[in-house]
């Protein structure tokens, strides 16, 4: 019987994303006590994390220097990741339960993948972030919250941003160079549903 594998994916994607990805897969790797003791200790995995993002972010005024800094820590990201993939594996032993709960996706998945629940993009004036959540059948607002903080947020953290009718939203007035960590929840004629997995941007 074939053995579920990880998957490495994240290496296809853009910078912003692995940014993203990295932060999702370390917390959810440092809540599961099967996951307690990584090839790559948890403290030089964010810091990588964190260097990448720091390099993508200076490399933005088109800096030579800058941008092959950022392609070296990108390589050294994706090294690191693929040392945590493997650990994953070993641990794992193919059970596609505690690959999935370790935030990597599989080599093969029994379904094609879910659409992204939501999507946050910079604003267009410094400050200004756009949302857009996949539509949800018979929902009549969205609910929009964001959370200022450098760890993933607690549930005490979040802010109500705002009501919308459309699952499109738009938050201004931010302050530039933090980190804000967005989610939404739908509602519909049963009811409020659960909030989506927070996602995580750099204000500019």
Same mark, same amino acid.
């Given at each position: ?44 995995v964010e810091s990588t994390v964190d260097k990448l993002e720091e390099y993508y972010l200076s ?28 650990? @994953? ?6 059970? %596609?339960? *505690?690959?999935? +709960? ?5 080599? !093969? ?27 949800v059948n018979k929902a009549t607002a969205y609910i929009w919250q ?12 979040? @802010? ?6 459309? %699952?499109? *939203?738009?938050? +201004? ?5 933090? !980190? ?25």
């Amino acid at each position: 019987m074939r053995k579920d594998k990880v998957v490495l994916d994240y290496r296809r994607i853009p910078v912003p994303n692995k940014i993203t990805f990295g932060r999702f897969v370390i917390s959810k790797m440092k809540a599961k006590e099967l996951f307690a003791d990584p090839y790559v200790p948890y403290e030089e995995v964010e810091s990588t994390v964190d260097k990448l993002e720091e390099y993508y972010l200076s490399s933005r005024d088109g800096s030579h220097t800058q941008i092959a800094l950022m392609h070296q820590m990108k390589e050294e990201y994706d090294k690191v990741f693929r040392k945590l993939g493997e650990y @994953v594996d070993r641990k794992a032993n193919g059970d %596609a339960r *505690f690959i999935l +709960s370790s935030g990597f996706n599989l080599v !093969k998945q029994p379904k094609p993948r879910a659409k992204i629940e939501l999507r946050v993009e910079r604003g267009d004036i410094s400050g200004t972030v756009k949302l857009k959540r996949a539509a949800v059948n018979k929902a009549t607002a969205y609910i929009w919250q964001y959370s200022i903080s450098e760890e993933a947020p607690t549930e005490t953290s979040w @802010v109500f941003g705002g009501c919308s009718a459309q %699952a499109t *939203f738009e938050i +201004s007035g931010l302050t530039p160079q933090t !980190k804000v960590w967005f989610r939404v929840a739908a509602v519909t004629r049963e009811g409020m549903q659960a909030f989506t997995d927070p996602i995580m941007i750099v204000v500019l």
